[in-house]
């Protein structure tokens, strides 16, 4: 996926907004990667997370060792193996919030994810009722710590409530595709 990206990114020719999904989500990361200076913005709509680890529901098991892919991807400084990219645990005090893993900056600077920071800007989209909740924080966090311009929108926090994981399949999608306008358009949400 990452290659065929880049290589239509290519053929375009022009910056892009790359658009993802779920475990679709991870595309758009290693596609802006491989060609950062025809990226224009991230739009992430509940993207496979968190950084380094499954969710809850899926056991906890190791993940994503890159952090938000499971693939080389560019980090500053370089980074040859993923055990190099050390990590923390944020302990949450919360049912409602899982434990978040970022890297570990107590012994220096977090390594910044070279490529991904010289997007313009980062949409993290996440609904009211689903387990992207949980964790889509987290994800967020990661990527700013890491020097990206992310942002997160809950969509609850901008009237849109109700809604799950395959929010753009539900009666309200207008709403939500309105929210996505607004952001990719520069609007305030």
Known sequence: MQQAGAALLDRIGKKVILI???????APWLIADSRPKLVQ?????????????????????PARAWGVVSIPIT???????PSQIKTTVIVSNSTDINNCT???ASKGKPRVLKNLATIDRVLILTSQASWHTGYDWCTTLFLKQAGVNAEQIKLQDVGV???GHMMFMEKNS???AEVLRGW????KH
């Open 20 to 26: 993802g999904h779920s475990d679709g989500g991870k």
């Open 174 to 176: 207008d709403d939500v």
């Open 75 to 81: 980090y500053d400084p370089p980074v040859t193996e």
């Open 102 to 104: 970022i890297q570990d």
């Open 184 to 187: 990719i358009e520069g609007s």
């Open 161 to 163: 409530k109700g809604n």
């Open 41 to 61: 913005s991230i739009v992430a709509i509940e993207p496979a997370g968190p950084p380094f680890i499954e969710p809850p529901l899926n056991g906890l098991v």
